[in-house]
């Protein structure tokens, strides 16, 4: 199976700042990986698929980039809606999630 | 509008077995690969397994950790995939999300396993 790690577990950013979530794949999975938000007690909403592709109505403050084993989700300016954790995820089967990444405001 | 509702939840004995629906509308059901997800309480995401639409044969796919235990099947003409569980674990626990291939999403059903 592959395996995907994602860090930092946690990261703590100011309104404004520029934030970056960093996902590793075990082996090569050109493009097939996908963002989500998961907020509290609500069910995960995907932001990103195809590696860079902003799903419609999500904020153009999210971004994807990368391929075969090195992702990167950013959002170019922190707003507090923003505040969730983010899961990244390889389909290839059988699927596989990274740990997740909790997102907090300082 | 795409709506997905998962039922059938609850409380099981390990080795026990429970089977959740999940009821589609607002899209061409038939058409759709359906997966399902887990999450247990207080901790990350786990895809549990994928079915693919009948045109492409209807083949499933599971994670290893309930192959043999958990069967996923579809009725397009009720719109509704299953999630048959079987030989349950206290592991087992935890909240399942059926979705369009993780592009929408269910509320989600809890599963609780314990004696």
């Known amino acids: 199976d592959i395996q995907m790690t994602q860090s930092p577990a946690t990261l703590s950013a100011f309104v404004g700042d520029r934030v970056t979530i960093t996902c590793r794949a075990s082996?090569?999975?050109?493009?097939?990986l996908a963002w989500y938000q998961q907020k509290p007690g609500k069910a995960p909403k995907i932001l990103i698929q195809?590696?860079?592709n902003l799903q419609s109505g999500v904020p153009s403050r999210f971004s994807g980039s990368g391929s075969g084993t090195e992702f990167t989700l950013t959002i170019s300016s922190l707003q507090p809606d923003d505040i969730a954790t983010y899961y990244c995820?390889?389909?290839?089967?059988?699927?596989?999630f990274g740990q997740g990444t909790r997102l907090e405001i300082k | 509008e795409v709506q997905l509702v998962e039922s059938g939840g609850g409380l099981a004995k390990p080795g026990g077995s429970l089977n959740l629906s999940c009821a589609a509308s607002?899209?061409?059901?038939?058409?759709?690969?359906m997966i399902w997800v887990r999450q247990a309480p207080g901790k990350g995401l786990e895809w549990i397994g994928r079915?693919?639409?009948?045109?492409?044969?209807?083949?499933?796919d599971y994670a290893a950790p309930v192959k043999g235990r958990f069967t996923i099947s579809r009725d397009d003409s009720e719109s509704t995939l299953y999630l048959q569980m079987d030989s349950l674990k206290t592991e087992d626990t935890g909240v399942y999300y059926c979705?369009?291939?993780?592009?929408?999403w269910g509320q989600g059903t809890l599963v609780t396993v314990s004696s």
């Open positions: 607002g899209f061409t059901f038939n058409g759709a690969w």
């Open positions: 979705s369009t291939d993780g592009y929408s």
């Open positions: 195809k590696a860079s």
């Open positions: 995820q390889q389909y290839i089967v059988p699927y596989t």
């Open positions: 079915i693919k639409s009948k045109t492409h044969g209807e083949t499933t």
């Open positions: 082996q090569s999975i050109s493009i097939s």
